[in-house]
């Protein structure tokens, strides 16, 4: 069984910073891309963040600039640097990988995680 992890999120004030942490568990032998998602009360899940596991980032309009995704392939892991956070980021925070192969054989699998909620005060 595959999985994901997510780990990091919690209270934060205007302005603070916050890691977010995402693993891969399970039988993993590939994983294309990894990235963060999130969703606030009564609005609909938005990008926020992607990696390739060559390296290639990119960012939802209203992140760039204050996130940073990273990633450690060796790991499975994917995390989310937010910097200078504001009400607004405030949300359930998801991660995602796509296109992932596990070491049975299965292809094409796209996994979430559970998700953690990130609140910033003002």
């Known amino acids: 069984q595959v999985r994901l992890v997510e780990s990091g999120g919690g209270l934060v004030h205007t302005g603070g910073s916050l890691r977010l942490s995402c693993a891969a568990s399970?039988?993993?032998?590939?994983?294309?891309?990894m990235g963060w998602y999130r969703q606030a009360p009564g609005k609909q899940r938005e990008m926020v963040a992607g990696?390739?596991?060559?390296?290639?980032?990119v960012y939802g309009d209203s992140v760039r600039g204050r996130f940073t995704i990273s990633s450690d392939n060796a790991k499975n892991t994917v995390y989310l640097q937010m910097s200078s956070l504001k009400p607004e980021d405030t949300a359930v925070y998801y991660c995602?990988?796509?296109?992932?192969?596990?070491?049975?054989?299965?292809?094409?699998?796209?996994?979430w995680g559970q998700g953690t909620l990130v609140t910033v005060s003002s």
């Open positions: 399970g039988s993993i032998a590939s994983i294309n891309a």
């Open positions: 990696i390739t596991s060559g390296g290639s980032t």
């Open positions: 995602n990988a796509v296109r992932v192969v596990t070491t049975s054989g299965d292809r094409d699998l796209e996994l």
